[in-house]
T-cell receptor, first 116, second 111 residues
């Protein structure tokens, strides 16, 4: 079956531009995570959705970052007024059940964002 | 607070040598998961361990959960170039939805 997909795979933005990154999780997966991964580092948690509810956004680095999952399936991560430090790979992961059920996370291929 | 350390951070081995990475926690874990990320790729789930003293094998990979459920190891026998990548044991921060991956253990295999 289809895995987690993300689009675009690559995005180049000029500093100050807004960007929107899309994640299509595996159908039926309740949990959805967004992570930011800088070069040579592990994924850093950004935010968590359980269905359409954003239950944790403690990892969002600033109020320029906004995420939504309005119908409990597709999610969008929006970054306003991009800065060079936003350059990273943005990973989306989905999981079958609630966060504390310890189901494995299925990751998408990521979106590599470069801010020039 | 809960501290989990993964060691070593880096390991270079000759192809055919064995390799082990460890996750050590200051508190008891309910379970532990292992993921692998190849260079340029995304993390891929390998396994989950739940029971005290549990040992699971996947071909040349052996995963172990300590008796006290505070540590875990991943051992690769006779490494191959396909084993190259970074291995993570993420943990859930107690009381939150936040998974911490850390920097993992980066394995390089020299042919």
């Amino acid at each position: 079956g289809a895995g987690v997909s993300q689009s675009p795979r690559y995005k180049v933005a000029k500093r100050g531009q807004d960007v929107a990154l899309r994640c299509d999780p595996i159908s039926g997966h309740v949990s959805l995570f967004w992570y930011q991964q800088a070069l040579g580092q592990g994924p850093e948690f950004l935010t968590y959705f359980q269905n359409e509810a954003q239950l944790d956004k403690s990892g969002l680095p600033s109020d320029r970052f906004f995420a939504e999952r309005p119908e409990g399936s597709v999610s969008t991560l929006k970054i306003q007024r991009t800065q060079q430090e936003d350059s990273a790979v943005y990973l989306c992961a989905s999981s079958l059940a609630h966060y504390d059920s310890s189901y494995e996370q299925y990751f998408g291929p990521g979106t590599r964002l470069t801010v020039t | 607070g809960q501290q989990v350390m993964q060691i070593p951070q880096y390991q270079h081995v000759q192809e055919g040598e064995d390799f082990t990475t460890y996750c050590n926690s200051s508190t008891t874990l309910s379970n532990i998961q292992w993921y692998k990320q190849r260079p340029g790729g995304h993390p891929v789930f390998l396994i989950q361990l739940v029971k005290s003293g549990e040992v699971k094998k996947q071909k040349r990979l052996t995963f172990q959960f300590g008796e006290a459920k505070k540590n875990s190891s991943l051992h690769i026998t006779a490494t191959q170039t396909t084993d190259v990548g970074t291995y993570f044991c993420p943990r859930l921060t107690s009381g939150t939805y936040k998974y911490i991956f850390g920097t993992g253990t980066r394995l390089k295999v020299l042919a």
